[in-house]
């Protein structure tokens, strides 16, 4: 998707700007090439720089309910330090390397949900114009890939995904906001527990997988929701039995809510599960409950992306994206 617009910041007859991403999905911790495209105004014209911002649309709780909006979340210079002729066409490649936790957009496919862009701004003669707005499609690192499938493989189902404007206690997070997927659990949790929150924070060394279990309380009983964070390694994914080791998560976390009748987090005894290891974590700064926007996937042999059962679909999900685009002008950043 690319948007081409005139550089309103200096007026009628300025120079245009296009940006091109490669057609290539990128990774967390990946590359992000494309070329940003310049055509010259009526006059010459001084390009101080030309900068890329990595933007989200993010959820945000306050005491007035709950608000979304438009975070930058990483920016990098690409270009700048020329004169553009008169109708010079020029074009500026650029190579950049997005953040480790940079959120996934889909999955075999299967878009999820969450929205994010690549904003070009272009800096002319000490004006500034948001020129360029284009959609960044993210896949996941082939260990959230595992963990998904093996989720499907299980039986959870996938009811939305969405971004949280906030930090997890007690993790290396880094971005202000953290992706939160939603989960339906699988027929041997679903006593237990009515929902699974997953969270992925991936680090060059490894990855932080964050599960929360809650489930809503009847008229004598609150409800709990309770926390566990287990790590794992990039290397060896192949060799790893991932269901069992998922499995093994879900039965901790499961047997740590039984168990905790409110207690405070943080005092799990770990536990090792193939190349990664489980405990309890503290709790999570920002975090809410509930369904967020997103499209529904079915759970089965196939993953977690076998097919569209509930929530918004894959039309809707277009709709969202399409939103995001053009609303992001008038609502600014969060």
Do not use: C
Request: glycine share 18%; no cysteine; aromatic share 6%.
């Amino acid at each position: 998707m690319v948007f081409k617009r005139l550089l309103g910041a200096i007026g009628v007859g300025g120079p245009t700007i296009d940006t091109v991403l490669a057609p290539a999905s990128v990774r967390p911790g990946g590359t992000l090439s494309g070329q940003v495209r310049l055509a010259g105004g009526k006059t010459d014209f001084e390009i101080e720089h030309i900068t890329l911002e990595l933007v989200a649309r993010v959820e945000a709780e306050h005491e007035g309910g709950e608000s979304e909006g438009v975070v930058a979340f990483d920016r990098f210079t690409v270009g700048g330090g020329f004169r553009l002729a008169e109708g010079e066409q020029r074009s500026v490649p650029f190579s950049v390397v997005v953040p480790w936790e940079t959120p996934v957009t889909e999955l075999h496919g299967q878009r999820l949900g969450v929205v994010l862009g690549v904003r070009t701004e272009l800096s002319v003669a000490g004006a500034k114009d948001k020129g360029d707005l284009d959609e960044l499609t993210v896949s996941p690192l082939p260990v959230q890939e595992a963990v998904l499938e093996a989720l499907g493989g299980l039986g959870f189902g996938f009811r939305s995904a969405d971004l949280e404007y906030g930090r997890i206690g007690g993790t290396g997070q880094r971005l202000p906001f953290y992706q939160e997927i939603e989960l339906l659990p699988s027929p041997p949790y679903a006593q237990q527990v009515n929902e699974i929150e997953l969270t992925f924070l991936a680090n060059p060394g490894g990855m932080e997988v964050i599960l929360e279990a809650g489930k809503r309380g009847g008229f004598l009983s609150p409800g709990q929701d309770t926390l566990t964070r287990f790590a794992v390694s990039h290397e060896g994914v192949q060799q790893q039995d991932w269901p069992s080791i998922v499995d093994g998560w879900m039965r901790q976390l499961v047997e740590h809510r039984s168990s905790a009748h409110g207690a405070p987090m943080g005092y799990g005894s770990p536990a090792p599960f193939g190349s990664g290891h489980g405990h309890e974590a503290g709790h999570h700064e920002g975090r809410r409950s509930g369904p967020g926007m997103g499209t529904a996937v079915a759970a089965g042999a196939a993953g977690l992306a076998a097919g569209v059962v509930g929530g918004m679909v894959a039309g809707e999900v277009v709709d969202e994206v399409g939103d995001f685009f053009e609303g992001d002008e008038e609502e600014g950043e969060g």
